[in-house]
């Protein structure tokens, strides 16, 4: 995808302004906002603006869309890219907006050669291509606001997104540098290892099902626990931080 030239699909003007009573809302709603830098803030704040016109935003359930549901969606979305492009969410065409986790029925792998059978809730599903991001709000809003359980359906789902833009899902999002991307395999397929060998790891059990879940439950980790990751698996942070170019460690990320 590097070597395309992609034509944009995200062509919407985004408003001009930020609402200041959103910086406002966003400190409550998502106390890593307070964590991010003044300049790291402004350019976050342009892109919400542009994710927030450029999504299609879709209610379920019964579901009552808000602005403050699209700007706490949207503000953590697009931590992920904060220091990437935009376009990498060119796939992201609409959410879905549930009020609770969604009952799902029928067959699931479940890892390890493993398929489970009945009814499971899921608070979040990722579709292939353009298709819809589903996010349980009640699941979403409280992540947002706690990191203690390194659980965040958004960023996993986002994450998932990312990790499809090459056409395979497979745990390694686009990585340019051959260097780069070699190491990345060479350390995330060295933890998911220990993981599907049920060694202790600093990711929850999820990371196991596969490749591609494994990616997700890092982006999660990285995010939300990024001190435990980084004191838990150095190699797996360095990767994700050369990724993301983010360090998150640094900030003073609250635990609550
Ligand atoms: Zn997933």
């Known amino acids: 995808?590097?070597?395309?030239?992609?034509?944009?699909?995200?062509?919407?003007?985004?408003?001009?302004?930020?609402?200041?009573?959103?910086?406002?809302?966003?400190?409550?709603?998502?106390p890593t906002w307070s964590t991010l830098t003044d300049d790291e803030q402004a350019r976050l704040e342009d892109l919400i603006l542009a994710f927030i016109v450029n999504t299609r935003w879709e209610s379920a359930k019964g579901f009552v869309m808000t602005d403050e549901v699209q700007l706490v969606i949207a503000a953590q979305a697009c931590l992920?890219?904060?220091?990437?492009?935009?376009?990498?969410?060119?796939?992201?065409?609409s959410i879905i907006v549930h009020p609770r986790t969604v009952v799902l029925h029928g067959e699931r792998y479940v890892g390890s050669g493993m398929v489970a059978d009945g009814p499971h809730a899921i608070a979040g599903q990722a579709h292939h291509h353009a298709g819809p991001i589903l996010?349980?709000?009640?699941?979403?809003?409280?992540?947002?606001?706690?990191?203690?359980?390194?659980s965040n359906v958004v960023y996993h789902e986002l994450a998932h997104k990312i990790d499809m833009l090459d056409g395979v899902v497979d745990g390694t999002p686009p990585i340019a540098d051959?260097?780069?991307?070699?190491?990345?395999?060479?350390?995330?397929?060295?933890?998911?290892?220990?993981?599907?060998?049920?060694?202790?790891?600093?990711?929850r059990d999820y990371a196991a099902t596969d490749a591609g879940e494994f990616f997700a439950v890092a982006t999660e980790q990285f995010f939300t626990q990024p001190v435990a990751l980084r004191d838990g698996n150095t190699d797996l942070y360095e990767v994700l931080m050369a990724f993301y170019r983010q360090d998150p460690a640094a900030r003073a990320l609250p635990a609550r």
């Open 1 to 30: 995808m590097f070597g395309s030239r992609r034509k944009r699909i995200r062509r919407q003007a985004p408003a001009a302004e930020f609402p200041a009573a959103w910086r406002a809302r966003l400190a409550v709603r998502w």
């Open 80 to 93: 992920l890219v904060l220091e990437l492009d935009i376009d990498m969410y060119r796939r992201v065409d």
């Open 135 to 150: 996010i349980s709000w009640s699941t979403a809003a409280f992540e947002a606001r706690h990191t203690r359980s390194a």
């Open 178 to 203: 051959p260097a780069q991307r070699a190491r990345w395999i060479e350390v995330c397929t060295a933890e998911y290892e220990r993981l599907c060998h049920g060694r202790a790891s600093v990711l």
